[in-house]
């Protein structure tokens, strides 16, 4: 009867005190504000939690999903030549990273990084220079190659970077005899893995990473063509990349030919575009160039069929290089390999 008289009471005065009214009305805004919150912690803190285990899964050098165990692999650079007649090469699209650069006398030569990926064949290896072993820095990478520039040499041992060079380790390469030397040399994925266990280089590095995202639905793609165009010296240095809006991707064409990977006989395809323009200065007789990689750089960005302008900035010889467009944003790079073309400033880029 108490209970009853109380509840009686209490609405009495809720119909006739404002002030109960307000009381009412801010205690069942409290309530249901605190609902509300602890519906988005929660399903924020699930959120979080498959960010941060799909952070886990991704592999550091291309953003593709993979076993944890397989996301930060050590990595390994090759130099493989790029010399017209030397085309096909083997390995580039199993790459998970290529830098294409001038080497000398107008050909280019490609820095190929390997972090868990495989090819049971990569070649033709060539000879170093210095500013590859800039880019290896970034990534804390063995470098495979055979002898090199005085300079880049010199780098070598003065820096005590991890140095795979065939002249003095050709048990992890071998020459193919049927191809004329000094373009037929070889390894494969196997052999590099066993030089980084060998050489105690398989500790895991650690640099920074890019922002990677999945493949954005067909309908969100770019409908027109796109293409890129790039001229490093002569005829047979223009690359080109068509974009393919079915596989959100970029088809790679070098010297006005389909540009295959010996391995597979197919076009080699490409996910991201990166060109930087540097300062390049010839340094000897024979055409060698020197690049300035470090710093910021002019740059052109493409992914998933779109194009952005803005710049690549490196901060000193071990900082990894990170792109932003001309709004300040940093790019975000499809999941997939990338290729990035260091230009000589004087150099124009045509795409649409």
Known sequence: MDNQNFFQRFFQNLKTSRKTQMITIIVIALLSLAIVMIYYFVSGREGRLARLQKEKNVRHLDGMIVKPEEANLPVIAVIIENLSTTRPQAGLQSAGMVYEALAEGGITRFLALFAGHKADLIGPIRSLRPYYLEWCAEYEAMCAHIGGSPEALEAVSGLGLKDLNAMYESSYFWRDLSTPAPHNLFTKSEFLEYALRDKKFDQEPKYNLWKFVDN???????????????????????????????????????????????????????????????????????????????????????????????????????????????????????????????????KEVEYN
Request: aromatic share 10%; proline share 3%.
């Open 216 to 346: 954005a639905k067909l309908e969100n793609r770019p409908q027109d063509e796109k293409s890129i165009k790039i001229n490093f010296s002569g005829p047979d240095y223009i690359v080109e990349y068509k974009y393919d809006r079915e596989k959100n991707e970029y088809l790679r064409f070098n010297g006005g030919e389909v540009h295959k990977d010996r391995n597979t006989d197919k076009q080699i395809t490409v996910k991201n575009v990166i060109v930087i323009k540097l300062p390049t200065k010839v340094v000897d007789e024979k055409g060698r160039v020197t690049l300035d990689v470090v710093g910021e750089k002019g740059a052109y960005m493409f992914s998933g069929g779109q194009g952005y302008e803005g710049k690549c900035v490196k901060r000193d010889r071990d900082s990894r290089t990170f792109c932003y467009h001309e709004d300040g944003s940093e790019h975000e790079f499809v999941r997939g390999n990338i290729w990035v073309e260091a230009i000589p400033e004087d």
